[in-house]
């Protein structure tokens, strides 16, 4: 194995690997590390006929009239456009889909998130950014505001200038 190869493989390792508290918050960038949190309080959308995964803002109509799942106020282009391509990344042609699982609790309060896969750290780190640029609307079941969560893909493509 060449040593490059080595170096990726450890850098995917420790990448999975890593977990981030930051400001309350428990960031983590591998799903089965939760660290003291109790995911067992959140309701899953899929129960109620919604994609974990949100993949458009049309999406929110879709499923059991008794849920409305976590949403971003503003929708899925509004949270998109809070998004800062780091300079890095750029210049490292660096691009892909970040994808967050966010726990939002019944007052609307990000209260943790997952990195779902794996993901550049630069991108990872700025669409947790973005994440906190926007708010969240708690699920509600049967007009009750609850603790639920719902996955988001963060885009990051380079856009082709034209000469």
């Known amino acids: 194995m060449s040593l490059m190869n080595s170096i990726k493989l450890f850098l995917i390792a420790l990448l999975t690997a890593t977990t981030i508290s930051c400001a309350g918050l428990g960031y983590s960038s591998d799903s089965n590390s939760s660290e003291g949190f109790d995911k067992s309080s959140y309701i899953n959308p899929e129960k109620f006929g919604y994609d974990l995964k949100i993949r458009s803002d049309n999406e929110e109509d879709s499923g059991d009239e008794t849920f409305q799942p976590v949403s971003v106020d503003g929708g899925l282009k509004y949270l998109q456009s809070k998004v800062e391509y780091p300079k890095s990344a750029l210049r490292r ?18 209260s943790y998130l997952s990195v779902i896969g794996n993901s550049s750290r630069v ?29 988001y893909p963060i885009s990051f493509r380079r856009r082709s200038s034209i000469r």
């Open 123 to 151: 991108l990872v780190d700025a669409a947790k950014e973005a994440l906190k640029k926007v708010d969240f609307n708690a699920a509600v079941l049967k007009g009750e505001k609850v603790n639920s969560f719902r996955q």
């Open 93 to 110: 042609r660096i691009k892909g889909t970040v994808l967050l699982e966010v726990y939002v609790d019944s007052t609307s309060k990000l």
